[in-house]
């Protein structure tokens, strides 16, 4: 079970990934709209893992991952793209991404990501 906090513009898209995430046990510590809010509610939250969309407005996916890993080098982020974004993907690999789910997501596959990176073994 896991403290994860949401990071997408679109309130549909966390809408779903909330839902799945309750559903299957895990605690939805935040949901917020974009980068920015992400480095400042991590703070607060500390949640176990983070799932973080990488198109938003403002402050973009990657940029809030460096922020974020920045303030906590031990911070645990999933990032979430639509297909065809594969070089953003490498892009936060490198940065220091932990994992990535892509959009639309099989929930099977998110829980799977969520599990083996959240859960210490």
Do not use: W
């Not at 046990?25 to 935040?30: F, I, P, R």
């Not at 991952?65 to 982020?77: G, Y």
């Not at 690999?93 to 639309?104: H, T």
């Amino acid at each position: 079970m896991a403290r994860v906090m949401i990071v997408d513009d679109a309130e549909f898209m966390r809408m779903v990934i909330r839902d799945i995430l309750l559903k299957h046990g895990h605690e939805v510590v935040a949901e917020v709209g974009d980068g920015e809010e992400a480095v400042q509610t991590y703070l607060e939250v500390k949640p176990d893992l983070v799932l973080m969309d990488i198109i938003m407005p403002d402050m973009d996916g990657k940029e809030a991952l460096q922020k974020l890993l920045l303030m906590d080098p031990d911070a645990k982020v999933v990032m979430c793209s639509s297909l065809g974004q594969q070089a953003l993907i490498t892009e936060s690999m490198k940065i220091g991404a932990m994992g990535f789910i892509v959009k639309p997501f099989e929930p099977d596959n998110m829980l799977d990501v969520i599990r083996k990176i959240a859960e210490p073994n």
